[in-house]
């Protein structure tokens, strides 16, 4: 198995900004797309940003020109920069990875989750 852990999320006034990481271990032989999904209360998960193996990218309408997705391959990791943050950002972020492990095997996986809260 392979896992993702997310961190970065926190409490902020609207305008403000959080960076957010998420960090793929286990068997890893090769990660393809990786990208950002939330859910808010009440409300489908929707897909934020993605970023493909070769660093091209795709925005949700919402949050283009105030996010930037980003990855480090050599470490397995994905950022999310979060800028101008507005209340209807709130809600639980995922980090989600295609993921060829070692046995030679694509996997889907989701991080837990991290909380990202931005008063008015």
């Known amino acids: 198995q392979v896992q993702l852990v997310e961190s970065g999320g926190g409490l902020v006034q609207a305008g403000g900004s959080l960076r957010l990481s998420c960090v793929a271990s286990?068997?890893?032989?090769?990660?393809?797309?990786m990208g950002w999904y939330r859910q808010a209360p009440g409300k489908q998960r929707e897909l934020v940003t993605v970023?493909?193996?070769?660093?091209?990218?795709n925005y949700a309408d919402s949050v283009k020109g105030r996010f930037t997705i980003s990855r480090d391959n050599a470490k397995n990791a994905v950022y999310l920069q979060m800028n101008s943050l507005k209340p209807e950002d709130t809600a639980v972020y995922y980090c989600?990875?295609?993921?060829?492990?070692?046995?030679?095997?694509?996997?889907?996986?989701w991080g837990q989750g991290t909380q990202v809260t931005v008063s008015s």
């Open positions: 989600n990875a295609n993921i060829l492990t070692t046995d030679k095997i694509v996997r889907v996986s």
């Open positions: 286990g068997r890893i032989a090769s990660i393809n797309a």
């Open positions: 970023i493909s193996s070769g660093g091209s990218t």
